[in-house]
């Protein structure tokens, strides 16, 4: 199984970026798929989830309104939009998927929120 995450960069805060999470080796529309961010010095908390059947999706409080999470069963991907990025979202930002016994993690990709 593998989880690449790309579309991180270098963004203004204001701007916005698309992340998006290639995923093969696993049924993807099974999985519920997720993503988390790492800040340096911090605990990896949860961004958003979109489980695998009705396509419904969980916010963190803080992400709500700004971010959006989404999938394409059809190309295997799980996408976060994330708008008006703010410094504090600077971090790692990492791929899940995960069913009942089954849990993997891609390698994540960097956001730097700087002017």
């Known amino acids: 199984v593998q989880l690449v995450e790309s579309g991180g960069g270098l963004v203004q805060p204001g701007g916005s970026l698309r992340l998006s999470c290639a995923a093969s080796?696993?049924?993807?529309?099974?999985?519920?798929m997720s993503w988390y961010r790492q800040a340096p010095g911090k605990e990896r908390e949860l961004v958003a989830v979109?489980?695998?059947?009705?396509?419904?999706?969980n916010y963190a409080d803080s992400m709500k309104g700004r971010f959006t999470i989404s999938r394409d069963n059809g190309k295997n991907t799980v996408y976060l939009q994330m708008n008006s990025l703010k410094p504090e979202d600077t971090a790692v930002y990492y791929c899940?998927?995960?069913?009942?016994?089954?849990?993997?993690w891609g390698q994540g990709t960097q956001v730097i929120v700087s002017s």
């Open positions: 979109i489980f695998n059947a009705a396509g419904n999706t």
């Open positions: 899940r998927a995960r069913r009942i016994g089954l849990d993997f």
């Open positions: 080796g696993l049924t993807f529309s099974r999985y519920d």
